[in-house]
């Protein structure tokens, strides 16, 4: 089977853009492909973090895989720093890095800019090449990817087929190693349409763990009375009805998306349905529609966190399924990069 990967950083609590970009499709992709999800901690301290902070939040964003359904007996699901093959990788990978590629990254560009260069970390200027040996280890054929990853994962393919034309094929074979490409160069899996949902409080910007406002989204773990709040507060416009697509009305099309997703009907169906609702009456529908969807992944997610040892267990099976994958091509890249075996 295909092999398919992706993680979330524990930098916050996981919101519904998170889930309805990438852990809701995650769901139908276990059913086809052979899935590692993991949790991208060591991603999570690129930017000033909490210390206090990150294991909880690393227990409660694999505690949500599992609530949203993602099912360990189809898909592996482990902490990223719990297998060292990702650390070890991303030096290796870093020597075939040119600097010229990582400066160009948009990502970069944008952080380092707000922050200023005395106060950024190196790590946010080499995310990428961490990012690629999450990628690489793991020989995937398929990385779901959002608008904002797409250029972090053409490096990913652009640094695998440099590493394999450095390093691979005879000169490898060479060195005693089975020859050909060192790595599968990965392809992305593009998600549904629809599924970049917008913060609560401006339609034009997206929903964002690091948002300083918790008003501007929805948590997954968010209580009933908190939701019909912050929907009920969201912003809005006084234009009639409640239409997909008004390039003028972002926030409308936003929650009319949101809807859409969560009530599991289609965009035809929902508009019928909504478009001569006033704000009022659409909200408490969206609303309704949220809880009802959110509930059952709230009580799963009781359930899970009331027995800590079943998730220390998961999370030790998948790192030891992941290391298997993983130490095997980590030893394939030093031996291609010759160095003395132990
Ligand atoms: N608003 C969103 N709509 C759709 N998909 C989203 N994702 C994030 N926000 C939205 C998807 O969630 C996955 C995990 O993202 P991440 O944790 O790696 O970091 P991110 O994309 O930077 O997410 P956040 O929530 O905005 O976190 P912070 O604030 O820490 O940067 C990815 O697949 C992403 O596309």
Known sequence: RKRVVSGVQPTGSIHLGNYLGAIKNWIALQETYETLFFIVDLHAITLPYETQQLSKATRDTAALYLACGIDTSKASVFVQSHVRAHVELMWLLSAATPIGWLNRMIQFKEKSRKAGDENVGVALLTYPVLMASDILLYQSDFVPVGEDQKQHLELTRELAERVNHLYGGRKWKKLGGRGGAIFKVPEPLIPPTGARVMSLTDGLSKMSKSAPSDQSRINLLDPKDVIV???????????????FDNPERPECNNLLSVYQLVSGKTKEEVSQECQSMNWGTFKTVLADALIDHL????ARYEEIV???????????????????IADATLNNVYQAMGFLRR
């Open 306 to 324: 009331a027995d800590p040892s079943y998730l220390d267990r998961v999370l030790e099976d998948g790192a030891t399924k992941a290391s298997d």
């Open 295 to 298: 509930s059952p992944i709230q």
């Open 229 to 243: 709040n912050k929907i009920k507060r969201c912003k809005t416009d006084s234009l009639p009805g409640i239409e």
